[in-house]
């Protein structure tokens, strides 16, 4: 979805323009490039946050592509895992930035990545007793 629409100056614009007509928060999706880092975190927050600027966005295109995108953008499950996975990937960074830094010790990075691991973990358990329970 983010690329159809930053593949296109165009759709772009035309996205921001509809995002300024909505009142949104933000006014663009963000790009995630190799070259230039910008965290996969950040982009699939973005998108969430922009969910039903999207969904306009594609009701506006004619493109089979589009309805794929329609399709997926009102599929509560599909909508659940997004969620989900933004929120793994906020996460990931604030692990991710409390690693960095000069003063950040060996037992300090050791206590947050044991941290995070034992987090993991936690999520493991609730979600195969959460697949336990609705199956």
Not at 17 to 22: A, D, F, T, V
Not at 44 to 64: A, G, N, P, Q, W
Request: aromatic share 12%.
């Amino acid at each position: 979805m983010v690329n159809t629409i930053k593949s296109s100056a165009l759709n772009t614009q035309l996205f921001s323009l509809l995002c300024q007509e909505l009142g949104s928060n933000h006014e663009v999706l963000l790009f995630h490039t190799e070259v230039r880092w910008l965290s996969w975190g950040n982009v699939v927050t973005r998108m969430e946050s922009l969910k039903e600027e999207l969904t306009e966005f594609f009701k506006c295109d004619i493109k089979t592509k589009s309805l794929g995108f329609i399709q997926k953008l009102s599929d509560s499950q599909w909508l659940q895992k997004l969620a989900y996975l933004t929120d793994i990937f906020l996460q990931l960074n604030s692990l991710n930035l409390s690693l960095q830094g000069c003063f950040t010790t060996v037992i300090d990075f050791m206590d947050r990545l044991r941290s995070f691991t034992m987090k993991l973990e936690l999520w493991e358990r609730k979600v195969q007793r959460w697949k336990s329970e609705h199956v």
